[in-house]
C-alpha cells in the first residue's frame, strides 16, 4: 500500500513556503500543510480559506481556544486536549485556565464570558423519552 508522506517545510515549495511561514509555526501547527505540501495549488487554496476564516472572525483567540479545548474534553480526544496554539498562548490561555475547563461554571479565574461559552459546549443529557 503507497502512503503520502509529509513534506518538512525545508522540502515545500519556495512559493508554498513564503505563503504559509512555516518556520513561525510549530510543527503541530503546520499540521496538515505537510502533507497537502505535495499539491502546492490545493495547499495555497486551503491556506487561503483558513486565513480568511481566522482573519474576519471576531472572537479572540483565547475564547475560540478555550471553547476548542472545552470540546475535546469531552470527547476524550487527548491529541486535542495536548495541542495548545501559538495565538491563543499569546493571547493569554494558561494552563491555569485550561485545568479549569473541567468545571468553568466553579472556575474563579474565567470572566462570565468565557464561563458562558464553555458551559455551552456542554452536551445535553436528555434522556431517551425526551427524545
Known sequence: MSRLAKLEPEDWPEE???RMQPDKLTPLEQGLMRFF????ELAKGLGAFSG???INRTL???LVELVRLRVAFFNQCRSCMAIRYTDALNDGVTEELVCSLERPAEAEN?????????ASTTPSRRSSSSA
Open 16 to 18: 508554498l513556503k513564503e
Open 110 to 118: 474565567l470572566t462570565m464570558r468565557y464561563t458562558m461559552s464553555c
Open 60 to 62: 479572540p483567540e483565547k
Open 52 to 54: 480568511a476564516l481566522k
Open 37 to 40: 505540501a505535495h499539491t502546492p
